[in-house]
């Protein structure tokens, strides 16, 4: 069956370092991927899209890569600060139509200023 | 842009009660969708809906769980009877075609 897998300890990481958060995936092969930051007691906020033919995609600190050989997606943020402390979230396509995505656990960052 | 409206906020009632839950998309957004999130985990899609006629509906226990979307704007979620199991936070999201989803802030939902 299709599984996403993300990393459920914590991430602790010293401010002004680079946080990498991973998203596995099996039995898949997804057309893209997205990624979500959720605060807590909020809704889920959409950050970057990635396509399969997309090997890398920027928004300003925030980098995400995408290996559809390994089944894998990379989350960096650049110059990590204390107000990027959430939970972040992967997101895949269902099958049966674009708009439909089955979510991760999620991962918490924590950023220690 | 005025984002995805939900409430209450939080709610608590006894198992075997009935409880409803109220969602307002962003204005011109055809596709809502109702999620279901337990501590620790992502988002689980119970119903999704394209205007007023629903997509997907495989997740929804629907021997509990209800629904409705009228006149293709607001949608409420209903839980009768509720379980403990059911504690959780019930989250709306809407989309334009092919566009990633905005998600409100949930409900809160705790079972006694």
């Known amino acids: 069956s299709q599984k996403i897998e993300q990393n459920s300890e914590a991430l602790n990481i010293q401010e002004g370092k680079t946080a990498t958060l991973t998203c596995n995936y099996t039995?898949?092969?997804?057309?893209?991927l997205q990624w979500y930051r959720q605060d807590p007691g909020r809704g889920p906020v959409f950050l970057l899209l990635?396509?399969?033919?997309?090997k890398e995609k920027r928004k300003e600190r925030l980098k995400v890569t995408f290996d559809t050989t390994l089944k894998q997606s990379l989350f960096h943020i650049t110059a990590s600060q204390p107000a990027d402390s959430a939970t972040y979230l992967c997101?895949?396509?269902?099958?049966?139509?674009?708009?439909?995505?089955?979510f991760g656990t999620g991962t918490k960052l924590q950023v220690i200023p | 842009e005025a984002g995805v409206a939900q409430s209450p906020r939080y709610k608590i009632i006894e198992k075997r009660q009935s409880v409803a839950f109220w969602c307002n998309p962003i204005?011109?957004?055809?596709?809502l969708y109702w999620y279901q999130q337990i501590l620790g985990q992502g988002p689980k899609l119970l119903i999704q809906f394209q205007n007023n006629g629903v997509v997907d509906d495989s997740q929804l226990p629907k021997d509990r769980f209800s629904a409705e979307r009228l006149k293709g704007v607001d949608s409420t979620l209903k839980i009768q009877p509720a379980k403990l199991e059911d504690s959780a936070v019930y989250l709306c999201?809407?989309?334009?075609?092919?566009?990633?989803?905005?998600f409100g802030d949930g409900t809160r939902l705790s079972i006694l």
């Open positions: 999201a809407s989309s334009l075609e092919a566009e990633p989803q905005h």
């Open positions: 204005s011109g957004h055809a596709t």
């Open positions: 990635i396509r399969e033919n997309e």
């Open positions: 039995n898949y092969s997804p057309a893209y």
């Open positions: 997101a895949l396509p269902l099958s049966g139509g674009y708009q439909k995505v089955t």
